[in-house]
């Protein structure tokens, strides 16, 4: 596998031209990391179509070398970033008008920017780089087919171990330690687990109600490899399931199945959110299903493309998406099926490989 940074710092490159600046500074970590391979949390990046300048303080020197390397001109800092970046932006002599990324720069850092950079022209630009991330390359659909399997693994280490008596945040904890077990590297969110009415809150917050006989369990958690996230849901039912519980479960079970395979690169978002949300409404769920069908994963857990009735535009191949209808009736109880998948150009492939049928514990 060649380096894929270089061709990534040059398809950036492309989009500054194409925005009329002479370079960009970029403050968002994910995005940094990206087109660097640096993890800390700590960095500047200026691209401009000559140089690649990364500024971070001393507590990554051994990092830095050993992930970015000579992909771009290492400056480490012994006081404050910003100082660098002023120091730095001054030996550029042909750069004059520079990006700023608005979704990732606080509002005391822009002042700094109107202030002590003055003497810099600032433009605001918005998904330059997310846009680069969303197709994703071999390798990182390696790393995040790895994610999918530790998910997976920590599932099945976890269902013998669940009991009637048992809080969610006791389910979240063995959970957590099985994708710990497995190989994950964090936890791309904390993860949800939410029994009986609880599980009718589409992002409920683990909390200390223990699970009772006939409850749905819903649990939605991700691992993390190389960076890379998974995220999946799988909705079970303590103890018997009722003929309530099939009926709901099925619905959500057959919209799930219907978007995993029927997911293509090059059609909207809003048409493959309409394959589970037209099944849905026609079984007499459409109320209930109130968020949107899936979104992008990668160096984050929720990032372009989406998958909504509001997004227009094409999902590009490559791109690894979430599939995640769910029915929530308030009070009573919720399903949600989540799994990832790739928009390959032969078609969709489900990374998340675990069963979809209904789970009766104990
Ligand atoms: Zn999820
Ligand atoms: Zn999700």
New binding site residues.
Partial sequence: MTDPRPRRIAALVDGLSAAHLDGLLLTGLSNIRYLTGFSGTSALLVVTPRDVVFITDFRYQTQVMEEVGDIARVSIEASSLWTGLWNQLAGLTSVKVLGFETAHIQHRDFQRLVEAGARWQWRPTADLVETLRERKDEAEIARIREAADVATRALTATLPDLRVGMTELQVAGVLEKALRDAGSEGFPFPSIVAGGPRSALPHARSSGRALEQGDFLLM?FGAEVGGYCS?M?RTVVMGTASDEHRRVYDVVRVANERAAVGVRAGMTGRDADAIARQYIERAGYGELFGHSL??G?GLE??EAPRLARTAEGALPEGAVV?I?PGVYRPGWGGVRI?DDVVLGADGPEILTQFPRELIELG
């Fill in positions: 939605d995220d849901t899936g979104h994963i857990v929720h979430t995640e989540e």
